[in-house]
């Protein structure tokens, strides 16, 4: 089934707001059997609003929007709609009660009389309750089709489209007859492996992948693959996605350290905790950030200790213990520091495992025999040390992303 | 001057990818006199990219364009654009020898065939050169109105906008007689006070920044004040901006700390360079995250020495000094435990501030008197220290980038 989006509001218009609404609406529906084919953006302004959900409509019956649900000026949303529907407004008493407990039971006072305008609600449309805010997500069916009028705040959005309008669409795909098709995904996500090195594996294979599409999608972290099934039977699109991803597994090899939304930190820490280790690390170019991808990950303290930020060189002698002489011979962003400074760190914090990262993240700093990017990484666990040295593209930021990631690999294929 | 902006990818429309390039647009436009009044996304699909561009130029004169200029089979905007302007496509010569360079300077070897159709140009289009990729913009001039066609990469969007599309559009703006407009914004960064105690403060005053708006944007960080002047000639709108900005600073006093990208970490930095300070950090709950921001600034090297990580009480005894008997008295998360972290690792690292955060991120380990959320934080500065008590919101990664941004700003307050 096809259907439009209307996103409204001036703010998205002028770019002040990115619209993350509308990928998380799509991706819903597409779930479901629905298939966003045009989405559209205007301003908070009654005609702009009513022209785009009508032609919408006109198109492909089935038009769902968000914004514009607000309880002032923001209320044009459902006037517009309502109109296209022929649907006058009007109060439905027991919204309004259930608005007025909702004031009272988070402590707010009395409901502000512009929230009244909030239990309006086009005649004969169903409401469809929301339990993350005030405006209530709206369902019209009538004779232009069916228009689902969601709010704007992303918090909200995604708990209509979960509990009302996922269920609601995807019973009405299914009494449209016909097998309902849906559009999914699955992501392989590889480190340590460049986009063309991956190409150069996979391409005498993707032939063999149809009717599943690969996306290349490289960030800082490495590069992920996309594997989609498009408009095909639920049952029928997870066989060919998990045919696909058993096809790719094996190419991609120890590239490869998990599937959608799989963290690395996650990864090294469970494999960590499995065997009972204890993880320190010790930082210089990335300064906490590898101890801060490290503790994102809840329940870390099982398994993570703790760290040194060794930013200056005296504080590497000083708190991990590297020797001047180590510095003096080979430089802070070199083999024989790094190594010194994971198995100091592990040593010292009593751990068994140990991270560290010296290098150049720029701007500055860089020399022609070590320029920006140049980063040295050490993994030590359990009496072993393994180095690796790194050049990475990108600014400071992306460097010292592309750094902890580094890092944090390095120890997985130790744990493989 | 009105426009409007057709972003074109089947990612795009599928929710897989986020549209930035439509706000880095609209924003690059407002500010050169041009508003985007409506956007609307189609996939890459020839005939619903006709529709689009085809009903934005009948309604506006001028349309943008954003992806599908790849060279291989996303190469259908050009082709349906010229196809709207009724002009062939031809070779360009002069393009198609800078391409065959460019794969040359790069290294890349011979150019593929694939990418020579990127140098076909609709007969009589103007191409915008573009020196960060390889697919031109072009700028189409004709009955229909005026079409802009963008690639859909945002590094090149960003190059493209800056230095072709705006001077051109402003160019135009300008000949279209009349005075341009333009829409711009200057956004007031608060940080230690709330949206609702915001708005009592600001309320009395909100009528007097006419015809300049307001808007709260809360984040993590604090609340984001933005000020808009709506379609002004832009020495108005920089003045009434700049008025307003005038009335709003002394209401805010210093939980005011910069204004647009500005970022508390390289305010905090800048004002202990000033004074010749030293940092270091000590972290917890954090893990990390505090000494992470800090060394995002470029610099940062000129004042930052490096931190420990006590994630563990261990740690906080053995690396940072601090007093078993303190941790057994009261626990990590208190006042005498975050004061003898921040004291320590100033002394141990020769540092002259310190900052230090313990808390409880969650989404375990809350009690009823310190729940998930409950966060101490100490700044010492030569030889005086702070401590202060939040409880704040939200998630584990809330949680902690709260508590960080709260405790640069509890050194930043003492180094007013």
Known sequence: MDLELVTIGTELLLGFTIDSNAAEIARALASVGARV????????DPAAITDAVRDGLARTGFVVTTGGLGPTRDDVTKRAVAALFG???????VYLDQLRQRF????????????????EIPRGAIVLPNQWGTAPGLWLQGEPGVAVVLPGVPREVRGLLE???????????ARLGGAPTVTLSRTLRTTGITESALADRIGPLEDRFAPVTLAYLPTVEG??????????????AERVLGDAAEMLKPVLGEHC????????AAVVLARLERRGARLAVAESCTGGLLGGRITAVPGASRTFVGGVVAYTNDVKVSELGVPQALLEQHGAVSEPVVRAMAEEVTRRFGATAGLAVTGIAGPTGGTPEKPVGTVWLAAFLEGRCETALRRFPGDRQHIRQRSAQAALDLLRRMLQ
């Open 223 to 236: 590069v992920d693959l996309r594997l989609t099934a498009w408009g095909l039977k639920r049952a029928d």
């Open 37 to 44: 084919v045009r989405r559209t953006t205007v301003g908070d």
């Open 87 to 93: 649907a006058p407004l009007v109060v439905d008493p």
């Open 257 to 264: 350290y998990g599937e959608d939304g799989c963290d690395l």
């Open 104 to 119: 009272q039971r988070l402590g707010r006072g009395p409901m502000p009389e512009s929230n009244r305008t909030q239990a």
């Open 163 to 173: 509990h009302e309008v996922g269920p609601r669409v995807q019973e009405l795909v």
